[in-house]
């Protein structure tokens, strides 16, 4: 089955930007390929919630927190999602997971903004 390895987090200033990698294995470019792409996040006492999507003919869509500050895209020779965040705030702590096709997760990687 697929697996999925998070990359990029760490702690940020409040303003920077970090570029989030989610490297895809076990599956083949047609799948990755054809296959939704989400990225969630979970802080402290929350759900997880819903960042980012990308379908299959590369429309994406952002929950209203993130929209115009956060980008994710798909590289799909490496099989590797992106998720680019600019002008990062506090409020943006928390674990970040990739997801494909609503079924396989990463292991989640941790993002923390300072203010």
């Known amino acids: 089955q697929a697996q999925m390895v998070e990359s990029g987090g760490g702690l940020v200033q409040a303003g920077g930007s970090l570029r989030l990698s989610c490297r895809t294995s076990?599956?083949?470019?047609?799948?990755?390929?054809?296959?939704?792409h989400n990225w969630y996040r979970q802080a402290p006492g929350n759900e997880r919630e819903l960042v980012a999507t990308?379908?299959?003919?590369?429309?994406?869509s952002y929950a209203d927190s993130v929209k115009d500050r956060f980008t994710v895209s798909r590289d799909t020779a490496r099989k590797t999602l992106f998720l680019q965040m600019n002008n990062l705030k506090p409020e943006d702590t928390a674990v970040y997971y990739c997801n494909l096709a609503s079924h396989y997760w990463g292991q989640g990687i941790q993002v923390t903004v300072a203010s």
């Open positions: 990308l379908i299959p003919g590369g429309a994406t």
């Open positions: 076990r599956i083949i470019t047609s799948t990755f390929s054809g296959s939704t």
